[in-house]
């Protein structure tokens, strides 16, 4: 029987994308199976705007044997509760997106409904008033998680803002100490076998010739593997996403950066705002069809908070996803797979998730269709459900009135986004599939933060008192309040956890 094993993975690209591929792909590599290879140019540059994760990270920084202290210092990390949305309802409107859950250790999903039930008899009390890590947030305020499930520290969630250049230059260096070997240069050419249309080699501008089993594409928005040589097509979302540009822009570093992300809507989009421990990323998300690159730069830097390092950066992009993400021998993973705007920080997310989809799917030279197949249906049921979240946000934007944000307010939305509104609206309960990214917590808060406002709650609630249902609620706000003045200031965390002077 002839060997069918891959003996050699190419990787077209570097930044986040693809050492993140290689780094995973080292460590799963031992003994070695395979040989490792990352082509990438120096004169290429990155995207590099995503500095803010969400918290499957930690699955990530797990995989790789990456330490937290180690993830601070190197990346200049800082720590990530959650995102505020400000001025999405109008000017003068926030709410904020938490990581954590909301209410006690064992309330679970039962809490929406103790709330909702408090709420239609006239409780006051908003719903942010029982997430410990929306208060600790706005608080500026940090502790990790508990192991321990009866503490009410359990709540939290976190991810992290880092810079993503130095997050990509991190996992370089560990992935060279690993028997990865990079080469320098740029594609001008690449093979295929005439027969099945595989990718057989890629040659450089150098004249350096790297042959392959497979191929990873993280070449960015260029996709030269994945669409530029085997044209697989691609899904416009720009109807649901209307924004098609960014433009980024980094500014000095702030004294005691808040741990989470701050996204304020404008006219035609909104602006992200992402401390990090030596400088704060910023930058706007708009639509050309609603906005010249002009107004949305001059939009951009009237509401920057310190001195900008450089000149806005322009960034246009398509959203939506390849037909297919796993075509022949080459997966795209990261922005060559699709492209979903940074609302709320997925962009990193999706680079792990086709890591682990692939990892669980790890071929034969012959790339079976069934494992193909599999692949391309799992990954772009993530996609979806992304996707899905983000027009969340957009078509409930009540109370601006821009042409931008009425005709989001007015396109029409995939169905599972009409469904899960129904559905929560009338019932009060968040329906979810088993795999969706975005659990229970972040729709509540998404759905409340947006202005939808469930008119009924789970039945079985009605086997208690609204007294005790109250006293309940009480109890989980004084364990809150107790909890947060017992937490270090994120600025006093983050130089405990990574050992800083």
């Known amino acids: 029987m002839s060997d069918r094993r891959i003996r050699k993975i190419v990787i077209l690209g570097g930044g986040t994308a693809g050492w993140m591929t290689a780094?995973?792909?080292?460590?799963?590599?031992?003994?070695?199976?395979?040989?490792?290879?990352?082509?990438?140019?120096?004169?290429?540059?990155?995207?590099?705007v995503g500095e803010a994760t969400i918290p499957t990270i930690h699955w990530f920084n797990k995989l790789v044997d990456l330490p937290e202290p180690e993830l601070l210092r190197e990346t200049r990390a800082t720590y990530k509760l959650g995102i505020e949305f400000v001025n999405w309802n109008g000017d003068g409107s926030r709410y904020f997106h938490p990581f954590g859950r909301y209410g006690g250790p064992h309330d679970a999903s039962m809490f929406y409904h103790r709330w909702i039930r408090a709420h239609l008899a006239g409780d006051p009390d908003s719903h942010q008033d029982y997430s410990l890590t929306t208060r600790a947030a706005l608080a500026g305020k940090f502790a990790p998680p508990a192991t321990d499930p009866n503490s009410i520290f359990a709540t939290l969630g976190y991810a992290y803002h880092f810079d993503a250049g130095l997050y990509a230059a991190f996992l370089r260096r560990r992935c060279e100490s690993k028997g990865v070997r990079r080469v320098e240069?740029?594609?001008?050419?690449i093979d295929q076998d005439p027969q099945s249309?595989?990718?057989?080699?890629?040659?450089?501008?150098r004249g350096d010739v790297i042959e392959g089993d497979f191929f990873v594409d993280c070449s960015g928005l260029r996709a030269l593997l994945i669409e530029g040589t085997l044209k697989t097509g691609f899904d416009d979302w720009s109807h649901w996403l209307p924004c098609d540009r960014a433009l980024a822009i980094p500014t000095e570093r702030v004294q005691d950066p808040i741990p989470y992300t701050r996204s304020t809507a404008h006219a035609a989009g909104w602006q992200w705002r992402i401390p990090l421990q030596h400088r704060t990323g910023n930058g706007i998300v708009y639509s050309s069809k609603f906005s010249t690159d002009e107004a949305a730069a001059a939009t951009l830097q009237s509401h920057l908070d310190s001195k900008p390092l450089a000149d806005p950066r322009l960034i246009r992009f398509l959203t939506g996803r390849r037909k297919k993400a796993w075509n022949k021998n080459v997966v795209a993973i990261g922005l060559s797979s699709g492209f979903l705007e940074p609302l709320e920080s997925t962009s990193i997310h999706l680079i792990q998730s086709g890591i682990a989809k692939f990892l669980s799917l790890f071929p034969t030279r012959d790339c079976h269709p069934e494992t193909v197949e599999q692949f391309n249906r799992v990954f772009d049921a993530d996609v979806e459900s992304v996707r899905d979240f983000l027009v969340l946000h957009y078509h409930r934007s009540a109370g601006r009135s821009e042409p931008m944000w009425q005709y989001c307010?007015?396109?029409?939305?995939?169905?599972?986004?009409?469904?899960?509104?129904?559905?929560?609206?009338r019932t009060g309960r968040v329906v979810l599939t088993t795999d969706e990214l975005f659990r229970e917590a972040s729709w509540f808060a998404i759905m409340m933060g947006q202005g939808l406002r469930p008119a009924d709650y789970n039945p079985l609630l009605d086997g208690i008192s609204a007294e005790e249902n109250r006293s309940h609620l009480a109890r989980v706000k004084q364990q809150i309040?107790?909890?947060l003045?017992?937490?270090?200031?994120?600025?006093?965390?983050?130089?405990?956890?990574?050992?800083?002077?």
């Open 485 to 501: 003045g017992s937490m270090l200031s994120h600025e006093d965390y983050i130089r405990k956890a990574a050992k800083l002077p």
């Open 481 to 483: 309040s107790a909890a």
């Open 23 to 48: 780094a995973a792909l080292a460590k799963v590599n031992a003994p070695p199976q395979f040989d490792i290879v990352l082509l990438e140019s120096d004169d290429i540059g990155i995207i590099g």
């Open 409 to 425: 307010q007015h396109m029409a939305l995939p169905d599972e986004v009409a469904y899960k509104m129904a559905h929560f609206t």
């Open 185 to 189: 240069g740029k594609v001008t050419k």
């Open 197 to 205: 249309g595989f990718i057989t080699a890629l040659t450089t501008h």
